[in-house]
């Protein structure tokens, strides 16, 4: 995990599938100033980056530009991931929303799910017996 954020959306949005296209689109303009960071810094030849997200909808309006019917509210700025992705520069993919490691900055978790996810994130408990 790169890169994480949780902000107050400055529109109201129609569906949880617009709101994640938002973030989607968001995330894209972090991972494009993050590969020109990098190759400004000659750190490596990055070609393409991986965007996953747990909303199935909002994965295919980033992937199909005839799905524009259903998406005419959306400004026109959050379709830059759709421009990303036919140009090759982003991959986006799917996560389950049981993988999802977000969660433990936004829901209030407990007992084997935090066990789960702090596990993932390779993190450990200071205080627990030895």
């Known amino acids: ?10 529109v109201v949005a129609r569906s949880s599938a617009e709101v994640e296209y938002r973030a989607m689109a968001s995330a894209a303009c972090e991972l494009v100033w993050l ?3 990098l190759q400004g810094l000659q750190f490596g ?9 747990d909303n199935q909808v909002a994965l295919h309006i980033s992937s199909n530009p005839v799905f524009h019917e259903r998406t005419k509210h959306i400004e026109i700025d959050c379709h830059f991931i759709r421009e990303k992705v036919m140009s090759g520069d982003i991959k986006t993919e799917i996560v389950n929303s049981s993988d999802q490691l977000a969660d433990i ?3 209030s978790l407990w007992g084997p799910r935090i066990d789960y996810i702090c596990n ?4 450990y408990d200071l205080y627990a017996p030895a």
């Open 1 to 10: 995990m790169i890169l994480w954020k949780s902000k107050k959306q400055s």
């Open 35 to 37: 590969k020109q960071l």
């Open 45 to 53: 030849d990055v070609t393409q980056m991986t965007l996953v997200c």
């Open 105 to 107: 900055f936004t829901k």
């Open 120 to 123: 993932k994130f390779g993190t």
